[in-house]
């Protein structure tokens, strides 16, 4: 089945800076990149995602690109704001009805 | 916006009783999942269920633990027999097809 690697495991940054956490994953069937931000004590919430026929998403402050061929993808996070500061969690799908695996998480700090 | 609601928020069970964890999903959405949480450690995929019948379901899912659609809108988890070990956030999720899954706010389990 499929596995996920993330890194780094902890991230702090500057206010204003940019944050950039790396997930690789195992299954190159694999079709269907999510990312998830939860807030302590809170649901994972989607934020933004990523199929595997196109390389690179933007959604404002947000971006995910995908290299399918080293099989790895990124959240690039720019001008960081205090209420980034949460764990982002990345996951893959493999093809078909499988569901999402998920990596262990990135607590990300942004210091204002 | 729509939402996976779970109840309880909160569940605390002495440990060999059994738990039934509840989940409304989002009405229009197919297929439905449990992943659970221990604290500080990534989101587990427990099982998924479409068309009224589990689709997959992780080595953690084995005879202690059962779901059913009893109707229309419940998703319900069972877990028989508890240990200390199952305490952990429960989240249900749902999605319309298998992309963009919605987390419910997730049941705190207590086991003691």
């Known amino acids: 089945g499929e596995n996920v690697e993330q890194h780094p495991s902890t991230l702090s940054v500057q206010e204003g800076d940019s944050a950039v956490i790396k997930c690789t994953y195992s299954?190159?069937?694999?079709?269907?990149f999510p990312w998830y931000k939860q807030e302590l004590g809170k649901r994972p919430q989607l934020i933004i995602d990523?199929?595997?026929?196109?390389g690179e998403k933007k959604d404002q402050r947000i971006a995910v690109t995908l290299n399918k061929t080293a099989k790895h993808f990124s959240l690039h996070i720019t001008e960081t704001q205090p209420e980034d500061s949460a764990v982002y969690f990345c996951?893959?799908?493999?093809?078909?009805?499988?569901?999402?695996?998920f990596g262990k998480g990135t607590r990300l700090s942004v210091i204002a | 916006e729509p939402e996976v609601t779970q109840t309880p928020s909160h569940q605390v069970t002495q440990m060999g009783q059994e738990v039934i964890l509840r989940c409304v999903p989002i009405?229009?959405?197919?297929?439905f999942y449990w992943y659970r949480q221990i604290l500080g450690q990534k989101v587990e995929f427990l099982v998924s269920?479409?068309?009224?019948?589990?689709?997959?379901k992780s080595e953690i899912f084995d005879d202690q633990f059962s779901v059913e659609r009893p109707d229309g809108s419940n998703f319900t988890l069972k877990i028989r027999s508890t240990k200390l070990e199952d305490s952990a956030m429960y989240f249900c999720?749902?999605?319309?097809?298998?992309?963009?899954?919605?987390f419910g706010s997730g049941t705190r389990l207590t086991v003691v």
């Open positions: 999720a749902s999605s319309r097809e298998n992309y963009g899954y919605t």
């Open positions: 990523i199929r595997s026929n196109v």
């Open positions: 996951a893959a799908r493999d093809s078909g009805n499988t569901p999402l695996v």
């Open positions: 009405s229009n959405h197919l297929y």
């Open positions: 269920f479409y068309n009224n019948e589990i689709s997959e």
């Open positions: 299954d190159s069937a694999s079709n269907y």
